[in-house]
């Protein structure tokens, strides 16, 4: 009675168990994962009759991590200035389709589009859809070699406190 009644749930279970658990625990390697450097971005807006701008001045890193996390470093020369974009999240990628997750000043939000890297895995064409819809941002990218990338500098640790009381007399 106990075999039949549950036979479908245990059999279900077998393949769950056939594996060592250390296989299963390893998490799916992200073809995307790595640091790219910005290299371009282009707007189109799709209620102007203008041509697509492209904006000068665009730097940063993308890094993309194989945990699925994501750190955006994103500069752009506007005028006289250089403004920064600092963005961290996590990213999931389905098909060429991705979406990014993270929160802003306005609570969490989340930016989805494509992804299409070049067969050589160097370069990195993100298109970001906008708002309104039929707008989009077009992202170039260009891989950074492991071996280019720089450290953070390590944080020196704090330094003592110092004694406060009385001075001493001579």
Known sequence: MFFTRYAPLVLGLLPAF??????????M??????TYRYTGYTVFDAESPNEPTAVRGVG?????????????????????RTVPFSQDGTYT???DSIRFAFRDQKGADVQRGT?????????LTLTIL?????????????????????????IPAPLPPTKTGRKRRR
């Open 18 to 27: 056939s594996q060592p658990a250390a296989a299963q625990a390893l998490p």
């Open 93 to 95: 990628l389905a098909g």
């Open 130 to 154: 906008g708002y309104p819809t039929g707008n989009q941002g077009v992202y170039e990218l260009e891989a950074v070699p492991a071996e280019t990338m720089v450290a953070p500098a390590p």
């Open 60 to 80: 940063g890193t993308l890094t993309l991590r194989p945990d699925g996390s994501y750190a955006k470093r994103l500069s752009l020369a506007l005028g006289s």
């Open 115 to 123: 992804a299409r890297l070049d067969s050589a895995g160097r370069h």
């Open 29 to 34: 390697p992200r073809p995307l994962a790595g």
